[in-house]
């Protein structure tokens, strides 16, 4: 056996240990054994916040978009679908680098795709985010503040990722499975925690009219991250996604739409607490959910373009929530190597991402 064979079966043992793990515990959740335990917004032991800094590291491309090409983004550890690493052509190596908010602080992220036999692919992403430079105001006099005797701490959030996808060909569509096991690492000052999430992700592609079609479901059960003091648990998240491409060479290239659901599940859109007008504190914040209408999968969803001219140059644009993106691509040496970049909105300073892919030659070339 090979030295990469023997990784990629290490992969799919630990990656399906993993969610097995996983989906087990979403039977006996509930002490019964029956049922799934999905969160309600402030349920003890559920952090609303446990993995938003996750979103830092997304891809510029697919920020570029807006997160919204779930359908057919499978780079990251956050918002990629697992099942996509067995679409993958030829060994792909990714650097991506974020600077938010006017270099307030940066992430950066390294990501691996590769073959794993005739049907089967993997994914590995590192990624690493510091915010540095926050100042610690616990136990200050607030009439002190400009007395310079305030401290300042970092925080970081490391993740490794790794996934395994496999694509079975049939008559109708290219469908394709696939399951991730995350590994984090937090630090908040002199505090620190590590924790463990599974996601599993599947996709079918429709070669008549090239539609694809997706579903995530990220933290399985729940992510966990464990500090010193107790167990922080986090939330679960389901989300669809659609794309549709067309190439046509009228426009010397081909263009695709995106769409991707809020969270079906937790604190995106569809379970997001609303804005209420009374602050009194016996009221209770007002919640979001499906229930209330369908139309909210459409007012809150992620919606993105993209436009690719002759395989070389690609123009993006992304929408959602009442934010935008916009980004582009380059393509060179017959798709051998490429960069990406991209600018997201945001009333506080604008963010740029980007990054630089090398491909190596492979069996779709």
């Not at 010193?228 to 067309?246: C, D, G, I, N, W």
């Not at 691509?329 to 892919?357: M, P, Q």
């Amino acid at each position: 056996m090979t030295g990469s064979g023997l990784v990629c079966r290490v992969l799919r043992v630990v990656i399906c240990v993993c969610c097995v793990w996983a989906v087990c515990a979403v039977y006996a959740a509930d002490g019964d054994g029956g049922g799934f335990d999905v969160p309600a917004i402030g349920a003890s032991g559920v952090s609303v916040y446990g993995d938003m800094a996750a979103e830092a590291v997304v891809s510029p491309r697919s920020a570029a978009l807006s997160a919204s090409d779930l359908a057919v983004n499978g780079f990251g550890p956050v918002a990629s679908n697992p099942s996509l690493a067995a679409r993958c052509k030829a060994p792909e190596l990714t650097a991506a680098y974020s600077s938010y908010y006017g270099g307030a602080f940066g992430a950066s992220a390294l990501n691996y795709t590769g073959r794993a036999g005739k049907s089967g692919g993997i994914g590995v992403t590192a990624a690493y985010l510091l915010i540095p430079d926050i100042e610690d105001t616990r136990g200050v006099d607030i009439e002190a503040l400009d007395d310079g005797d305030i401290k300042a701490f970092s925080a970081s959030d490391v993740w490794v990722r790794a996934a395994y996808g496999h694509g079975v060909k049939t008559g109708y569509a290219d469908i394709y499975a696939g399951a991730a096991a995350t590994f984090r690492r937090r630090g908040i000052a002199e505090a620190s925690a590590y924790g463990i999430g599974a996601d599993i992700g599947v996709m079918a592609f429709f070669e008549k009219p090239s539609v694809y079609a997706a579903l995530l479901w990220e933290n399985v059960r729940y992510g966990t991250v464990k500090w010193k003091e107790y167990t922080e648990e986090v939330p679960q998240h389901l989300r669809a996604s659609l794309a549709f491409e067309r190439s046509d060479p009228y426009i010397y290239g081909r263009i695709a739409v995106f769409y991707t659901s809020p969270d079906m599940l937790f604190n995106e859109g569809i379970n997001a607490q609303a804005d209420t007008s009374d602050r009194e504190e016996s009221r209770k914040p007002a919640v979001r959910t499906l229930s209330d209408g369908a139309g909210i999968l459409f007012t809150a969803g992620r919606y993105g373009v993209e436009y690719v001219i002759m395989n070389t140059l690609a123009l993006r644009a992304g929408f959602s929530g009442g934010g935008y993106s916009m980004g582009a691509g380059l393509t060179l040496f017959d798709g051998r190597a490429g960069a990406d970049i991209c600018y997201i909105g945001h009333e506080l300073a604008g963010s740029v991402k980007v990054s630089v892919t090398y491909r190596w030659k492979g069996s779709g070339d």
